[in-house]
């Protein structure tokens, strides 16, 4: 049971352009998310968050969306680089039980120089 | 430490062994999760630690693989009788589970490469 979904594995964008990675998720109780970058052979590090409470949250040329009504979410570079070529997971937290944090499976961005 | 702490960062081993990987989180942290990515496949997740206990063991694959934390901090997980599919990074994370939701940031080790051959 995949709560958390990224349904395209790989993704390839041009350098300045746009790069959009989506996320979906299936448990209504989810009240925060976050996204991660992984690069090779590193441990993913935290890259945004937002809460449910909002729907947009920005950080420089990271912005993420948060749409409730459709149990999605997204992160848009712009412009892309060269150095955002990783691998990026989305997580959830559950405000119920545990409050455990569960991860997507990746998307791995490709930026063409 | 300042971070999450992860050994060993490389492990080789036969078929049919046993092998323990340790996971050393952020001192505070409550919250601890286990994670494998495969060759070529996302984060599977494994089980996750609330303190000592394990409210979520729900990712573990078999009975070969089981976990264990004490005093709330250094996390072990236990692969019996290897097989060569479980050969994978193997990811640990911690975050603090309490007020804001900011503390549900979690902080990855660097991973154990764990080879079967």
């Known amino acids: 049971d995949q709560q958390v979904k990224q349904n395209s594995p790989s993704l390839s964008v041009q350098e300045g352009r746009i790069s959009i990675l989506n996320c979906d998720y299936t448990?209504?109780?989810?009240?925060?998310f976050l996204w991660y970058k992984k690069y090779p052979a590193e441990g993913p590090t935290f890259l945004i968050s937002?809460?449910?409470?909002?729907d947009k949250n920005e950080d420089g040329r990271f912005t993420v969306f948060l749409n409730k009504s459709a149990k999605h979410l997204s992160l848009h570079i712009v412009p892309s680089q060269p150095g955002d070529s990783a691998v990026y997971f989305c997580?959830?937290?559950?405000?119920?039980?545990?409050?455990?944090?569960?991860f997507g499976t990746g998307t791995k961005l490709q930026v063409i120089p | 430490g300042a971070g999450v702490s992860q050994s060993p960062s490389n492990k080789v081993t036969e078929k049919g062994k046993d092998v323990e990987l340790r996971c050393d989180p952020i001192s505070g942290h409550t919250a601890l999760y286990w994670y494998r990515q495969s060759l070529g496949q996302g984060l599977e997740f494994l089980i996750y630690?609330?303190?000592?206990?394990?409210?979520?063991k729900s990712g573990l694959p078999s009975d070969r693989f089981s976990a264990e934390r004490t005093g709330g901090s250094v996390s072990t997980l236990t692969i019996q009788r290897t097989q060569q599919e479980d050969s994978a990074v193997y990811l640990c994370?911690?975050?603090?589970?309490?007020?804001?939701?900011?503390?549900?940031?979690?902080?990855f080790g660097q991973g154990t490469r764990l080879t079967v051959v």
């Open positions: 448990n209504s109780m989810f009240d925060y």
């Open positions: 997580a959830a937290r559950d405000t119920g039980g545990y409050q455990k944090v569960t």
């Open positions: 937002i809460s449910s409470i909002k």
């Open positions: 630690f609330q303190g000592n206990s394990a409210p979520d």
């Open positions: 994370a911690s975050s603090l589970v309490a007020g804001s939701p900011k503390n549900t940031e979690a902080f």
